[in-house]
């Protein structure tokens, strides 16, 4: 079972001007999520997400502590939105098309950590 050093934070891009909800994810949530990133990660270049609007629903920022992201071979700070993973390598982004559905695993398992009233309201349906 993960501890809570060794779990993954993944911030939802809501509110402008406000701390974001954030959930959890450790054990098989962050092994899956792992998988998704390698799927995507590395495979399908592609152009920087659409940037993000006030008060608008902008994807997920996701840390991962050091020795989790070693062994799921992930980034440490990655963001997903649009349908893009953006990985902040150095000082030059990368941008991947999110060809494992990325973003539908965390908007489903935000949904599934008692987010969904707040991505409803920001327009974002359960996948």
Excluded: C
Excluded at 34 to 45: H, Q
Excluded at 97 to 108: K, M, Q, S, T
Aim: no cysteine.
């Amino acid at each position: 079972m993960a501890t809570r050093n060794d779990a993954i934070s993944v911030a939802l891009g809501i509110f402008s001007g406000r701390p974001n909800p954030e959930i959890t994810l450790a054990g098989a949530s962050a092994e899956e999520l792992g998988r998704l990133v390698n799927t995507a990660i590395g495979k399908e270049p592609t152009h920087p997400p659409p940037p993000a609007r006030l008060g608008s629903y902008y994807g997920f920022v996701i840390r991962v502590p050091r020795e989790t992201a070693a062994r799921l071979s992930v980034p440490s700070e990655f963001s997903v939105y649009g349908g893009v993973i953006t990985e902040a390598a150095g000082q030059q982004p990368k941008y991947w098309r999110d060809i494992a559905n990325v973003e539908r695993f965390l908007i489903d398992q935000s949904y599934k950590e008692g987010q969904g009233e707040l991505l409803e309201k920001v327009g974002v349906r359960k996948p």
